[in-house]
């Protein structure tokens, strides 16, 4: 995720970036670095007071905090849900930092008075928080630990109307808005994790674009980990009024280390009528070393409605990360003629599991959906893929599209599809393919034969495979996802 | 160029090679020909170097060098190229893509720098010309849902492509029709030069008819038993294999 370099427009250009490829398949995890920055924490563990703590820090109105704690109260009777694919150790709530801040000499009025080592952070990963550096028009929210840091061209946006900042100074500064959107399409107690979400959300992205406009620039948020034992939960809420059109973008890293941390976000997206918003991911966690030790428990929930007529949601992910990952980016197809997709390459590797798909809700007339989902799996991985598609009585002339296809790699490691189909609509069209193949030692030899090594085949034949869902990313974000896949598939062949 | 000395060679526990002797000089064309399960595939499998096969004895020069010795990229590199009698096929990879990654890699092995895309596109529309292939095929994934005639053409355009000293055509002839095996023949010939060599590997004469050999060579059993001309090619094919069966077993 470098956007500040110009990329060469063409996507199937694969080869151009081979050499980038080469460089980097021997690398580890190279965003494992830990910034040396003074932090303002809570102690740790979570009770009331840690809500009221994280509430005071941010100097909340009551309503806020009065929701906050209906949330928590809710959290304490829920228990954690264990029907997915997935395995791992005991999680310790109370052994978590609920609230840890960089501080910041002053509070920053403008973005030339955040902190050298902050900006020197951010630098590092590759996103320049110096607006004359940019040149791809990217607008970036910079989320560390549980603080927004700086946002850049809130000023050009704000021209258009458009609202982009952190959710905490959307709460100040637009508490209509928040109230009215918040949790309408997450509720509180939707899901253990959205529950403890909602309690303890520190910060976020905050994006509402006005009736009729076509937002002029992709907005993105890098969320970065870096203090040790806490937990990232941010909370994004993106409002695409009547005929607006937003692409947003989100990465994320985090520092290599032997112990687990918890990642739990909700994302909300609501579109009103003729609206549109595209959602892409490119989730790039720390996920654990070769022996499965440590990585990011990354327990997420994403859920968009199209509310009127029209509108259209698309979320497109690249999971390369996580330890865990349980997330199931969904969209309720509540106007008539609403359109939701779901594009998603989930890569795991070594001891990664993986439990992701999406639920497409088909209310409305003429709702259509499609789900095109690439697992590639090695190493000692498991990769499942969930996804339910609900058609509803009223929705006539629904149709979904789903695709499920996995790639091995090896022979140690799983691909699972989990797929749910509930159509209570006879006018329902609704069709699923799935295939599972592997990288074959013929295909492997064929490109040896050509010269090309074995880990450039490998690269290409998973590009290759992917190709179909790297083609919905924003152009600044293709090439780099592409040369992730290659990194996170690292030696497993050959 | 290549001088093959009591080659030994077996996949799993079976031994199908037993001591193949071969010489080729640039500029010849030879042709191995012979029964199926004579070990033809199979010697041109181990020349490109494909990891199932274990050499258990000889040795094979390759200009100078010791093949066995080199991964089957770096004998690309070296200038050997194999047409495959099943070319394999990746979905979402175009051809071109592909066979710009295989020259620029080749290029980078041989210490040259790489061809930017508009040098790329030159030789490419060069040699298109000369193998008589259209650029829709090249749009498409790679092998994916080509017509057997097609597949082979790919194979002779990606050869002239990466000008090989030694190219090895293994029963390129195989499921194709006269036509289609007169194009790929003729791709073939105008690539032929006093500087490459050109390994045929078929079990019909009839590709013959189009690229004459300078030697032809009978391989039976995991050995030659058999050398000559082009006559030589002729000849089984009137007689068919069974006179060349009967002939070693007279000797043994």
Known sequence: ?494 | MLSIKNLQARIEEKQILKGINLDIKAGEVHAIMGPNGSGKSTLASVLAGRPEYEVTDGSVEFLGKDLLELSPEERAGEGIFLAFQYPVEIPGLTTTNFIKTAVNEVRKYRGQEPYDAVQFLKLMREKMAMVEINQSLLSRSLNEGFSGGEKKRNEIFQMAMLEPKLAILDETDSGLDIDAIRIVANGVNKLRSKDNAVLVVTHYQRLLDYIVPDFVHVLYNGRIVKSGTKELALELEERGYDFIKNEVGQEA
């Open chain 1, 1 to 494: 995720m470098k956007p500040e370099e110009v990329y060469q427009p063409e996507i199937q250009e694969v080869d151009d970036s081979m050499s980038a490829i080469h460089d980097t398949v021997n690398s580890e995890y190279k965003y494992g670095f830990v910034s040396d920055l003074e932090a303002d924490e809570a102690p740790k563990g979570l009770d009331e007071s840690t809500v009221r703590f994280i509430s005071a820090k941010k100097n909340e109105p009551g309503w806020m905090l009065e929701w906050r704690l209906k949330a928590f109260r809710q959290w304490q009777k829920m228990e954690e849900p264990h029907w997915a694919n997935l395995h791992y150790p005991k999680i310790n709530y109370q052994d978590i930092i609920y609230y840890s801040a960089p501080k910041q000499k002053v509070n920053p009025k403008s973005l030339d008075e955040i902190d050298p080592e902050l900006r020197r952070t951010f630098e590092k990963l590759g996103i320049s928080l110096d607006e004359q550096k940019r040149l791809s028009g990217v607008a970036v929210d910079a989320v560390i630990d549980s603080v927004s840091i700086a946002t850049t061209f809130k000023e050009q946006l704000a021209e258009k109307g458009i609202i982009f900042c952190s959710i905490s100074e959307a709460i100040q500064n637009h508490p209509d808005l928040v109230r009215e959107y918040l949790s309408s399409v997450v509720p509180v107690t939707d899901n253990y994790f959205a529950a403890l979400n909602s309690a303890v959300f520190s910060d976020g992205s905050f994006v509402y674009i006005p009736k009729g406009v076509r937002c002029p620039m992709e907005l993105s948020t890098y969320f970065r980990i870096n203090a040790e034992n806490t937990g990232q939960f941010e909370r994004t809420l993106i409002i695409a009024d009547e005929g607006a059109y937003v692409s947003y973008l989100e990465g994320c890293t985090a520092p290599m280390r032997d112990e687990n941390q918890l990642h739990a976000a909700v994302v909300e997206l609501v579109a009103l009528d003729n609206a549109e918003i595209k959602y892409s991911t490119v989730q790039n966690w720390y996920p654990g070393d070769k022996e499965g030790n440590g990585g990011i428990y990354n327990f997420v929930t994403k859920r968009g409605i199209c509310r009127g007529y029209k509108s259209k949601i698309s979320w497109t992910q690249v999971e390369t990360g996580s330890a865990i990952t349980w997330k199931y980016p969904s969209v309720i197809l509540k106007g008539d003629h609403s359109i939701g997709e779901f594009y998603s390459v989930a890569v795991t590797n070594n001891y990664q599991q993986a439990d992701t798909g999406t639920k497409m809700q088909h209310l409305g007339k003429n709702t259509r959906s499609r789900i095109v989902s690439k697992g590639i799996s090695a190493g000692f991985s498991q990769n499942s893929y969930r996804g339910l598609v609900h058609v509803g009585k009223n929705a006539n002339g629904a149709r979904n599209f789903s695709q499920c296809d996995s790639l091995l790699l090896g022979d140690k490691c799983g691909a699972h599809t989990f797929p749910y189909i509930e159509v209570k609509n006879n006018t329902a069209v609704v069709e699923h393919e799935a295939t599972t193949s592997k990288i074959g030692e013929d295909q492997i030899f064929y490109c040896n034969q050509r010269g090309i090594d074995t880990e450039t085949a490998v690269a290409l034949i998973i590009n290759g495979f992917a190709k179909e869902v790297m083609n919905q990313l924003p152009m600044e974000f293709a090439v780099e996802a592409q040369k992730l896949l290659a990194i996170s598939l690292e030696g497993s062949v050959g």
